[in-house]
């Protein structure tokens, strides 16, 4: 992370400096006249958010109270603006800014920082002018007398492994295959402290992960299965959570081959992968105590080779056999082999994160992800009040079993699509066929690549999934 995030007791007179305000009447405290301060009131009744004021040897910026928001709507509020800060910074060159606010209360500050430090991400890894890119931004300040620096630094490295995820999604398929993945989760572990098996093809055969080597016969490159463990010697939890990524490092549609438009962006494929990563790396930075396994299936699904046709019939590592009628729904072919690798461990809950069907985003948009599985109600409550805190949004969908019926097929245990009709649920239904756990499936394919900017979570891949995680793992410590 470029920008360094510091903390002070109370803000500098003479530096850059953004206000959050109370009430109105606080901003008089920080005007250098009446003039100043009948500007800022006279915004502030416009419904102006964010009031900038040029104090020549400072720029002094104002956040207005809001009125109508509450709860996670506001912390959302917040991000945005520090959203909107991000991009004064960038246009007016600042070197550094200070966040203070004039209410006791510090999580605004931290919501506004997160915004800020999430908009100053960029990807100029192959832009030959680096200099040119890079912003001269390099220090954010939180000044408040009563945060705590735990706080200050949980921030940063949430944000951190925020970025690690958005880095592996936009990272080209050229450099990221499943090979290369491995070695860059084997660096991520090393780097954090935490335990990264990478299983070569010999040892998935011997494991019997059919749904793996299927998507893979099209592919001139070996698939891998990563393996994350975090067990802390004070762990809550006997028996762990157990966090799923689909890994999927290019996406062609193999011989259903998709449309050239649309395989733009489906190197963000592994976005699942990429967010159990990010969420492994801040978990165990912050080092909750909190017994955590992860499971990503990579490989790329590409037409040559001797790649899987519609019609082919593969046996999954449980024995269930599927006949593949689109080889365009890989994903949960390969989830189904993780899910159920997963139950050698017994898990306390299991929760898989792909960008798995179109219709999920042709359900909710970009604005959310659909969620649907077998765990408690209290889980799922605790995962959507997470989602509501992350403003990463869960939309829950029904498992009924007349769903099973769609997935019937004449010739194997079940298919691998179940028709027009019900996409995102019938992909659900057929990862829950090799589920004897609780578990939760979180279709992240409208929220894990973006085509346009989108407040601090910017434009291309935007490490969906981290945060949400990361909120929900951090309340069942606090159980």
């Not at 996406?251 to 395989?263: E, H, R």
Request: charged share 25%; hydrophobic share 40%; with cysteine.
């Amino acid at each position: 992370m470029s920008v360094k995030l510091k903390q002070a007791k109370a803000p500098k007179n003479e530096q850059p400096l953004a206000v959050l305000l109370k009430e109105v009447k606080d901003a008089a405290a920080y005007c250098r006249n009446e003039s100043e301060q009948h500007f800022v009131e006279k915004k502030i009744k416009e419904k102006a958010g964010l009031i900038a004021v040029n104090q020549y040897e400072r720029m002094l910026f104002f956040v207005a109270p809001p009125e109508d928001k509450e709860g996670y709507w506001l912390r959302e509020f917040y991000r945005k603006k520090g959203f909107e800060l991000a991009q004064i910074i960038r246009s007016e060159k600042l070197e550094s800014l200070q966040l203070c606010t004039t209410s006791e209360e510090a999580q605004p500050l931290l919501d506004m920082s997160e915004g800020l430090l999430l908009a100053s991400y960029s990807f100029d890894k192959y832009k030959s002018d680096k200099k040119a890119q890079q912003s001269v931004f390099k220090a954010l300040v939180i000044a408040h007398e009563h945060l705590k620096k735990k706080a200050v630094e949980e921030l940063e490295n949430l944000v951190e492994g925020t970025f690690y995820a958005r880095d592996l999604v936009n990272e080209p398929a050229v450099s990221l295959n499943a090979e290369q993945l491995g070695k860059s989760l084997k660096k991520l572990g090393k780097e954090a402290d935490f335990k990264v098996d990478v299983l070569g093809k010999d040892k998935i055969k011997a494991l019997k992960m059919g749904g793996l080597l299927a998507v893979n016969t099209g592919s001139i490159d070996p698939p891998t299965f990563n393996v994350l463990e975090y067990k802390p010697d004070n762990a809550v939890n006997k028996q762990p959570y157990v966090l799923v990524g689909k890994g999927v490092t290019y996406d062609t549609g193999g011989l259903s081959l998709k449309p050239s438009d649309s395989m733009v962006g489906m190197k963000a494929d592994m976005g699942g992968a990429a967010a159990v990563a990010g969420a492994f790396l801040a978990v165990v930075k912050n080092k909750l105590p909190i017994y955590l396994v992860g499971l990503i299936p990579s490989t790329d699904n590409r037409p040559g080779g001797n790649a899987i046709t519609p019609g082919d019939v593969i046996t999954i590592s449980d024995g269930s056999t599927v006949e593949v009628l689109n080889t365009d729904a890989e994903g949960r072919l390969i989830l189904a082999d993780a899910l159920v690798y997963a139950k050698k461990y017994k898990p306390e809950l299991v929760i898989d994160l792909a960008t798995l069907t179109g219709a999920a985003v042709a359900a909710i948009g970009k604005e959310g992800c659909v969620m649907m599985g077998t765990a408690s109600e209290e889980s799922r409550k605790q995962l959507k009040e997470a989602g509501n805190e992350t403003y990463e949004r869960l939309v829950e969908f029904p498992l009924w079993e007349e769903y099973r019926d769609y997935l019937k097929s004449d010739i194997a245990d079940l298919k691998n699509i179940g028709g027009r009709t019900a996409g995102a649920i019938t992909a659900g239904m057929f990862l829950k066929h090799f589920t004897d756990y609780p578990w939760i499936h979180l279709d992240i394919a409208g929220t894990a690549y973006l085509d346009t900017p989108d407040y601090y979570k910017g434009k291309n891949g935007t490490g969906a999934g981290v945060r949400l995680l990361y909120q929900f793992l951090k309340t069942l410590v606090k159980k």
